[in-house]
């Protein structure tokens, strides 16, 4: 059954086993880049079948590199909703828009649609302790991945993490290290302990090329969505740029598939105030130098340091025509109120899709007749103070029904 091949170094071209445990390439420390045998896939596997299995983000496992389907660890992760929404539509100023909503998943962030695979990988390679560093959401969900498969877990987080994302990690029951720093910070002192090999761990962090895999999905979905006609631009919020590079890496192997003949633009949305991506974008280069961060209300976009997976997200973005954008403070807390005028509760790192869309079509640099996915990524219950500071509740209690009444009449 798998027709999972091994891995290839994106720098060096170094082939590797598709049972090997890896992080980045012994030989020159670069990304990895997962293979199939796309040519038996083609002959085996019917797009239109994988319609008929149990929902998730494993409909597609053929398309994800384990070996051992008695090991996958899921809690009911991907095909979350894709909800057509008309007025964001005429607010943003695009024909169709769609929004996929991520904060549907298990633990209230797409990060479960990766650490489903990491975990699943952690269990193959008989690891007992998963790790990550992180800006609060991969926290949450390594936690719970690890619970659910009976495993332990130890996070590292920035200090000022919002509290609803350290608090559910540490129910879950992981160790939390609060670490002094910003992210990008952070991630360089979390790297160096796992490449120092005095832990045994399995990472789940930004080298783990296994659980990059699991953001393909997005593009499986999107596409069967629209019966095989992609829409015209996807948009994703970046902070390291995983989840716009794979969703790439996703419609590239549906076209070698033969399911889909046309990639969507992919665009990626960042703060302003911490922007390396668009910064390198804007500049033609093909590789993201790191930047000196200013605050933001994007707490979980607060990478200013991408390292490799920047030129991927870059890479993403230039060969199908898509676009990088920032987008300051103020728009991330309008498009969040647009979205909650449809019903949609987004953290302020999960609405910037829609912030981002907005002013590209308000630029000219989106079509106003295109069609469109904007994915929204995290739960406003994830970044719950951020919320209710928007929000007044009355002092006032109304006490009896006489006054419940009155205060209902005064509302009209
Ligand atoms: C992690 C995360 C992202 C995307 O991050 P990438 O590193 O670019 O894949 C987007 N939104 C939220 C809420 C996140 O937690
Ligand atoms: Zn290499």
Known sequence: M???TGFTCVGCGAPYQPSQDLLLCPVCHSLLEANYDLSALRDHLDRDAIAARPKGVWRWRELLPIL???AIVTLGEGDTPMLRCDRLAHAVGVRELWV???????TGSLKDRSITVSATKAVEFAYRVLSCDSTGNKASSVAAYAARAGLDSVVFCPDDTPIPKVTQSLFFGAKLIRVRGHYSQINAMYRKLIHSGRVNWYDCGTD???????KKTYAYEIAEHFGWQPPDRVVHPANGGMSI????????EM???GWIDRIPKMTLVQAANCDPIVRASLAGAVTVAPI???PTIASALAGADPGLLGARALEAVRESGGTAIGVED???????TLLAKEGLFIEPSGAVAIAGLRRLVASGRADADESVVCVVTGSGFKDFDAIASRVTIPDDVVDGYEQLLSAAVAIG
């Open 255 to 257: 076209q070698a598939l």
């Open 2 to 4: 798998a027709y999972f």
């Open 245 to 252: 590079a794979k969703t790439w890496k996703g419609f590239r």
């Open 208 to 214: 783990n090329p296994f659980r990059y895999e699991g």
């Open 100 to 106: 996929k909503s991520d904060a549907s998943n298990p």
């Open 292 to 294: 000196e961060k200013g």
């Open 68 to 70: 051992d389907v008695g």
């Open 330 to 336: 103020s728009e991330i807390i309008e498009a969040m």
